[in-house]
């Protein structure tokens, strides 16, 4: 017995990257997954690749009648919906004053506007299920000032007071809502470094490397299990220690 046997998952921007991994370690916890994602070709070879426990559906995160056919496909194709990982999101950097109006209204539409969507698509059907998990990723950059970082870092404090806010209204229907707040992890858009500029790029982080992929999904695992069912309401930072100082 897995740790999500018998859950039903839903992963946005699962079809490459991080989301990807965290839908290929949910499967092997013996959870359904719902893959979503705008790459529909590689969206769909994940899920076939996964096999029976995962479909695909492309989504839009912000649009609502895309939220509500992934909720709708959850239920049709597995019966249940006990958990969301709100994956999704876009990212770059630029200096604040350099920063133009329009880049950060998509910056919050992506990263903000589709997860509040999502905690409000799916809550209504966690109820029915008898409750279920909400896991946010933010960023560190939801937990500091970091410089060329004014779009990103605004749209990921938001996630952060999002999730606070929604574990509370959520509560009383045994939902439990809580951030994932990665520092750099190795394979990701965010972080393309060669291994050699580790060591002076690390040299102040506790743990002197990035993350993996791996490492990250194993934290969401335990948020979306049951082995965290008093845990809700709280940003968790995985980052090598990077923000200990």
Not at 140 to 148: N, S, V
Request: charge should be negative; aromatic fraction near 6%; charged fraction near 20%.
């Amino acid at each position: 017995m897995g740790l999500l046997s018998g859950k039903c998952i839903v992963i946005t921007g699962a079809a490459q990257g991080m989301g990807a991994v965290h839908a290929e370690r949910c499967v092997a916890e013996g959870a359904s997954v719902v893959l979503t994602d705008l790459q529909a070709e590689a969206g769909r070879k994940l899920a076939s690749r996964l096999g029976d426990a995962a479909v695909f559906a492309e989504q839009d995160v912000t649009s609502e009648a895309d939220w509500d056919r992934v909720v709708a496909l959850a239920k049709e194709r597995f019966g249940r919906l006990d958990g969301l990982v709100n994956n999704a999101a876009i990212w770059w950097v630029t200096p604040l004053l350099d920063e133009r109006v329009d880049r950060l209204r998509k910056m919050l539409e992506v990263n903000v506007i589709g997860s509040f969507l999502g905690v409000q698509k799916v809550a209504p059907a966690m109820r029915d299920s008898g409750g279920g998990s909400i896991v946010n990723l933010s960023s560190i950059a939801g937990t500091r000032g970091i410089p060329e970082h004014g779009a990103y870092g605004t749209s990921k404090w938001a996630v952060r007071g999002l999730s606070k806010v929604a574990a509370k209204e959520l509560g009383a229907w045994n939902i439990r809502v809580n951030s994932v707040h990665p520092g750099a992890v190795e394979g990701t858009g965010m972080f393309l470094v060669p291994e050699s500029d580790y060591e002076t790029m690390f040299a102040e982080q506790p743990l002197r490397r990035p993350g993996s992929r791996e490492e990250i999904s194993g934290l969401v695992i335990f948020l979306l299990s049951d082995l965290s069912s008093y845990v809700t309401g709280h940003e968790h930072v995985i980052d090598g220690g990077r923000t200990v100082w």
